[in-house]
């Protein structure tokens, strides 16, 4: 059993940055595919970036040129640098494992997920 947890989140004005991190416990974290989605109040949540296991990212378009994935395999930690920040990116924002080997882009793919942390960026 994988646990998860997010921190990092917070209050930001737009143009500010954040960098969230997620904690994996448990399992073996170098093999894993670790993904980034957040959910927005009404909405369903949505794919904002990925690392795979062989240290591939991919990036939702929202996230591109802004956002940057990374981890840190001895500390069983992936973060996300958070840039340029808007309004529009106010979510809850989840960290996920995958352990299929996978690219990271199916969200169904994903086996555990953390608890999610606010993050509210105000105009």
């Known amino acids: 059993q994988v646990a998860l947890v997010e921190s990092g989140g917070g209050l930001v004005q737009a143009g500010g940055s954040l960098r969230l991190s997620c904690a994996a416990s448990?399992?073996?974290?170098?093999?894993?595919?670790m993904g980034w989605f957040r959910q927005a109040p009404g909405k369903e949540r949505e794919f904002v970036a990925a690392n795979s296991w062989i240290g591939r990212t991919n990036y939702a378009d929202s996230a591109k040129g802004r956002f940057t994935i990374s981890r840190d395999n001895a500390k069983n930690t992936v973060y996300l640098q958070m840039n340029s920040l808007k309004p529009e990116d106010t979510a809850v924002y989840y960290c996920?494992?995958?352990?299929?080997?996978?690219?990271?882009?199916?969200?169904?793919?994903?086996?555990?997920w953390g608890q999610g942390t606010q993050v509210t960026v105000s105009s």
């Open positions: 448990g399992g073996t974290f170098s093999r894993y595919t």
């Open positions: 996920a494992a995958d352990r299929s080997y996978g690219l990271g882009l199916n969200e169904n793919a994903y086996d555990y």
